[in-house]
């Protein structure tokens, strides 16, 4: 399934630490914001505890605004807000504190499709995983909120089913470019040109390896919920509970 949305749109997405954005969301967000979508990214942390062990033995340290000026700089006058909880990087929980803040921020922002991390039993930082539980939480009393959407992490994982791929090509050399602007964070893998085009490449073959096969570059993303029905038949709906029938989300645009 691919998707693409309306200038109606009001795009939220929700990470743990700076550079989160970009290896999930980048290319998506871009395409989003491209057809008029307002797009924020909220950041739960300031990222300051993100150094190697080599690093931190050495004595590397970075500043509190160091990786928010990294984000900020990633997004350039591409018209795309980034916003920061202040947190403490590192030991973030799914708790009260956590859900009310990112509730309160969805719920001013008229968050109509939310953006997280995965739920997931593999080895990804519990950063992440806390940041998904909040938001999952938060976004259930925010009633604008009808699209739910997960990206594939870089972490080892279980339970990720790609079933949303995003087609990213236009965006690909400017989702290196921006990976590349976090520069507190260079050496590390998962953030090289090489990587970034790997993974792009690679995410289409299951679903549309006609199109990958022609050079396209995609973002594998999952739903939780996702409301991009058309109209519903009248028909098949008279016999149905009013409570159990579904909206059509007027933001979103099937795409067949």
């Not at 998506?28 to 924020?40: D, E, H, P």
């Not at 500043?63 to 947190?87: A, K, M, N, P, W």
């Not at 991009?228 to 059509?248: E, H, M």
């Amino acid at each position: 399934m691919s998707i693409t949305l309306t200038s109606e749109a009001r795009v939220v997405a929700v990470v743990a630490h700076p550079d989160d954005d970009a290896l999930m969301f980048y290319g998506t967000l871009r395409t989003w914001r491209s057809t008029g979508a307002k797009v924020t990214v909220l950041v739960a942390t300031n990222g300051a505890n993100g150094v190697s062990v080599a690093d931190h033995a050495a004595g590397i340290r970075l500043t509190d605004t160091q990786r928010l000026e990294e984000i900020r700089h990633s997004y350039g006058d591409t018209g795309i807000e980034v916003e920061c909880l202040g947190f403490e990087d590192g030991a973030l929980d799914a708790d009260r504190a956590l859900v009310s803040r990112i509730e309160a921020a969805l719920t001013r922002l008229g968050c109509t499709v939310l953006l997280t991390h995965a739920l997931h039993t593999g080895s990804d930082h519990q950063d992440h995983l806390a940041v998904a539980r909040a938001a999952l939480n938060a976004a259930a009393r925010v009633p604008t909120c009808t699209t739910i959407l997960h990206g594939k992490p870089h972490a080892p994982h279980h339970r990720f089913t790609t079933s949303v791929l995003v087609d990213i090509t236009p965006f690909i050399a400017d989702k290196v470019k921006a990976l590349q602007a976090h520069q507190s964070q260079a050496g590390r893998y998962y953030l090289t040109e090489d990587y970034t085009r790997r993974r792009a490449a690679g995410a289409g073959w299951t679903l549309l390896p006609a199109q990958t096969d022609e050079g396209r570059y995609f973002e594998e993303l999952a739903p939780s919920l996702l409301l991009i029905g058309r109209p519903a038949d009248p028909d098949r709906q008279k016999n149905r509970s009013p409570v159990r029938a579904r909206p059509r989300s007027p933001w979103i645009r099937p795409i067949s």
